[in-house]
């Protein structure tokens, strides 16, 4: 997605990088690929995207779920996900008339919706950039956002010296193993991405690629 780092971005000669994009090259190089790298706007267009056969595969980090099994395919695990409450010290989910501005199409998505109460209210934001605005401007309170998300708001934004903080959740459903989606076209390119995955596992590429990107270790 455009802008999403440490997922993925373009640095400041213009060129795309990121952890999801330099796993993906990886895995192309691995399965002798001469790989197309399509930026997307929103997660809910990458969803689409792979959903309607319209790239093959995407190194994106996604929660495997039963909704989206049944859209497309999934390769097996390659780091382990976790969510986080970003809002200001002593607010929290059960905070009346609380906003939350979540990432449109993310799983964190139903998770607030199914704890959020008649006099709250969920707010979808199409991109990380749009989120962190509506956070900037006030017109939200809160979001709830997975690792890779959290990272890019601490970077992207002044929201923890505004006064906002990061807490984990204790959410079973919003912590797993993140995978990489496939279209279902595509049975046979799955089974090529889970041996390209053993291999740089084993070669020490994804911890290389985990340590360029990423200040901690997810993998």
């Not at 319209?54 to 929660?63: E, G, H, I, R």
């Not at 923890?160 to 990061?166: K, L, M, T």
């Amino acid at each position: 997605m455009k802008g999403a780092k440490p997922g993925s971005y373009r640095n400041e000669k213009g060129e795309m990088t990121g952890f999801s994009v330099d796993v993906g090259r990886a895995l192309c190089k691995i399965v002798d690929a001469n790989c197309t790298f399509v930026e997307m706007g929103s997660l809910q267009e990458l969803i689409d995207a792979v959903t309607n056969n319209q790239v093959d595969f995407v190194p994106a980090s996604l929660l495997e779920t039963p909704e989206r099994s049944a859209k497309m395919l999934f390769t097996t695990p390659y780091f382990r996900s976790s969510s986080y409450l970003l809002a200001r010290k002593g607010v929290g989910l059960t905070t009346p008339r609380l906003r939350v501005v979540v990432l449109n199409g993310a799983r964190q998505m139903d998770y607030v919706r199914s704890k959020l109460s008649k006099d709250q209210e969920l707010i979808p934001a199409a991109t990380l950039i749009d989120l962190i605005k509506v956070l900037e401007k006030g017109e939200a309170d809160a979001s709830v956002l997975a690792m890779f998300q959290a990272t890019t708001v601490l970077s992207e934004s002044n929201l923890i010296a505004s006064g906002f903080v990061f807490m984990p959740l204790d959410a079973p459903e919003l912590t797993g193993d993140a995978k990489i989606a496939v279209t279902r076209t595509k049975p046979q390119l799955r089974d090529r991405l889970n041996e390209a995955l053993r291999i740089i596992r084993a070669n020490g590429v994804l911890e290389q690629i985990n340590s360029r990107h990423i200040p901690f270790r997810v993998i």
